[in-house]
């Protein structure tokens, strides 16, 4: 079959490079991919968010998948778009609608889903300008440090961990009446803190049924030792040594499969990749976040630990018989390590030329792009993820 995959980062490249595998996979277009993508398949320059041009893309090269990478179209509607027009409701599209993933686009929407359905995470508030005073009062009397979040997608940035009240009594204005996170701020989500190591769960669910993907961990900080600014990423590992077969367990029972039967409860037409930001606390796991997609730079140790045909697992998950595949992870220990322009995450060049693609020196290593574009026949940086 044609597939098209949607995005253009780190995550999309590790994609294309497993689903160009598959014995199912006929063409492949990406859109709008990088240059590394480019090496394996067609990339279309469209933008994630254009689903009218989307569509004509489909139809115009026969797309009969549609895997999507990034959160935003997820979140504004993708599927939905899709499966309600006649002309491409038969494409199989990877990914949950758009009322499902709000468990990514409001995390106030999270929160009250797993209150309701008895998933561990920290203890919560949330406030709008409408009750501003009563958070206020809230932070004044809640224990240090805390957590302070945007309710919508603020592209990763709109979390913030305050070690004293006044500075999270001036986050708190700042992102509600300051508009900080514009849109995203308008309503906020007051956490207490969490003190452990954070994971990163991934399960391919059909809404019904779920499929364990490998576990990973990722790294935001930019300087060595886990210092520095935090960023969109700098590397991920796995597997991890303290995910013992017990401490699965606990996250299968309590945290997982609640999930998955939230979604089948609540009515969620879910089939696609579930990301759970877990805290390891003391042995006990607990939910920091959702996601309603693959994580980068996670995925690109998460998916090239599947031994599985992908586009196998994607069709399965797409017609509801998830339950007939059985996952094959291989033990293999794979760490991705990101090269970024000098400044990032601050104020960085783009347009630089990279070289060495082609004849990487360290053994056993691949290299996927993020952020790259070609230009007169050469790979350059573009710093767009």
Not at 193 to 215: H, K, M, Q, R, V
Not at 292 to 299: H, L, S
Not at 343 to 368: A, Q, R, S, V, W
């Amino acid at each position: 079959m044609n597939i098209l995959l949607i995005g253009s980062g780190g995550r999309e490249h590790a994609l294309a490079w497993k689903l160009k595998q598959s014995s199912l996979c006929n063409q492949l277009f990406i859109a709008p991919g990088n240059a590394g993508t480019a090496n394996l398949g067609t990339n279309l320059p469209i933008g994630v968010n254009n689903f009218d041009l989307l569509a004509s893309a489909c139809l115009d090269n026969n797309i009969e998948m549609m895997l999507v990478g990034p959160e935003e179209p997820l979140v504004k509607g993708i599927y939905d778009y899709f499966k309600n027009n006649d002309a491409t409701k038969h494409i199989h599209v990877i990914g949950p609608s758009k009322n499902a993933a709000q468990l990514e686009g409001s995390k106030a929407f999270a929160k009250a889903f797993m209150k309701r359905h008895t998933i561990p995470t920290a203890a919560y508030a949330e406030f709008t300008n409408d009750n501003y005073d009563e958070g206020i009062t809230y932070i004044k009397n809640h224990t240090l440090p805390i957590v302070i979040k945007a309710d919508g997608l603020a592209a990763g940035k709109g979390v913030v961990i305050c070690t004293n009240t006044i500075e999270a009594l001036s986050e708190y204005e700042l992102m509600l009446q300051r508009s900080k996170f514009g849109e995203a701020g308008k309503k906020v989500v007051i956490e207490e803190y969490l003190n452990g190591i954070e994971l990163s769960i991934f399960a391919l669910t059909d809404g019904e049924n779920y499929l364990l993907l490998p576990e990973a961990k990722d790294y935001k900080r930019i300087g060595e030792g886990d210092t520095g600014l935090n960023t969109g990423g700098m590397g991920a590992v796995s597997p991890l040594p303290f995910v013992t077969p017990e401490f699965l367990q606990k996250i299968k029972t309590q945290i997982v499969e609640p999930t998955i039967h939230g979604f089948k409860k609540d009515g969620f037409e879910y089939k696609g990749f579930v990301f759970f930001g877990l805290m390891n606390d003391n042995g006990n796991p607990k939910v920091i976040e959702y996601n309603c997609r693959m994580g980068d730079p996670e995925t690109e140790t998460v998916i090239p630990r599947i031994e599985n045909d992908l586009v196998d697992l994607l069709l399965a998950c797409s017609q509801q018989r998830i339950h007939e595949k059985k996952i094959v992870i291989s033990k293999q220990c794979i760490a991705t390590v990101i090269a970024v322009s000098g400044g990032y995450p601050g104020d960085y060049e783009k347009g630089k030329i990279i070289e060495g693609l082609d004849n990487p020196t360290i053994p056993d290593c691949m290299l996927f792009h993020c952020g790259t574009v070609k230009k007169n026949e050469l790979t350059v940086t573009n710093g767009e993820e």
